[in-house]
Nanobody, 115 residues
Framework: VQLAESGGVSVQPGGSLRLSCAASVFTFHYYSMSWYRQAPGKGLEWVASISNGGLTKYPDSVKGRFTISRDNAKRKLYLQMNSLKVEDTAVYYC??????????GGQGTQVTVSS
């Protein structure tokens, strides 16, 4: 699995950001895809998933603020993040699959929310 996350920067609380994930090697449109994050000193946290048919799921912590989407033609996954909070600070990873089948393949991208 080869995945490359990008788009992470430092933003102020209340700001917006869009992360991208470029996929290669596997048949992208066939699989569900997910975003995860890991804050300093904490474990991996699931952020969003999208099925191969476009159905989306979110945990309560980001529901209404984050939107996952995909462009199968470009083999890209996106995460639109709005109304960012300090607690959203983390390294964000994309993954092939979701739940127990999720497999990460990139270095992640750092998102820092700070005033």
């Amino acid at each position: 699995v080869q995945l490359a996350e990008s788009g992470g920067v430092s933003v102020q609380p209340g700001g917006s950001l869009r992360l991208s994930c470029a996929a290669s090697v596997f048949t992208f449109h066939y699989y569900s895809m997910s975003w995860y994050r890991q804050a300093p000193g904490k474990g991996l946290e699931w952020v969003a998933s999208i099925s191969n048919g476009g159905l989306t799921k979110y945990p309560d912590s980001v529901k209404g603020r984050f939107t996952i989407s995909r462009d199968n033609a470009k083999r890209k996954l996106y995460l639109q993040m709005n109304s960012l909070k300090v607690e959203d600070t983390a390294v964000y990873y994309c993954a092939k699959g979701d739940g127990s089948d999720a497999v990460r393949g990139g270095q992640g991208t750092q998102v820092t929310v700070s005033s």
